[in-house]
């Protein structure tokens, strides 16, 4: 009887020893695991980032201007679309026939919008 007693010990401490072993990745595997996934995540970036940057579709930042020179192109008509943000911020996108009568820097840039910061008080000029 005390040889069953003791080859089912042992079974026992077997099985936990293996139990034991087999409780999850250790932390260099861990560590392996999380270093590969940022390399390939970085590797993914960097090529969305270049077959962007291929593709030329880029979409261009408008030009600060000053609130008077936004003011003229309101009153000029040469505005196709006006956005205006509660932060005082506008947004001007020009007519496409209009662009070609912007100044010289910013036709070569292409430039077909532009930025400007309204002054406080200054929307009742805007809006009239």
């Known amino acids: 009887m005390a040889l069953w007693s003791r080859l089912l010990r042992q079974l026992s401490d077997a099985r936990r020893r293996r139990e034991d072993r087999n409780e999850g990745p250790s932390a260099a595997q861990v560590l392996g695991i999380s270093g590969g996934l940022v390399l390939l995540l970085a590797a993914i970036l960097?090529?969305?980032?270049?077959?962007?940057?291929?593709?030329?579709?880029?979409?261009?930042?408008?030009?600060?201007?000053?609130?008077?020179?936004?003011?003229?192109?309101?009153?000029?008509?040469?505005?196709?679309?006006?956005?205006?943000?509660?932060?005082?911020?506008?947004?001007?996108?020009?007519?496409?026939?209009?662009?070609?009568?912007?100044s010289v820097a910013a036709i070569q840039a292409g430039v077909r919008s532009y930025a400007s910061q309204l002054v406080p008080g200054s929307e009742v000029k805007l809006f009239d």
């Open 46 to 102: 960097a090529v969305r980032r270049r077959i962007a940057g291929a593709g030329g579709v880029q979409k261009k930042q408008p030009a600060l201007i000053a609130l008077s020179a936004a003011l003229r192109l309101l009153r000029e008509g040469r505005v196709q679309e006006l956005i205006y943000s509660d932060s005082g911020a506008l947004l001007l996108q020009l007519k496409s026939d209009q662009a070609a009568g912007s």
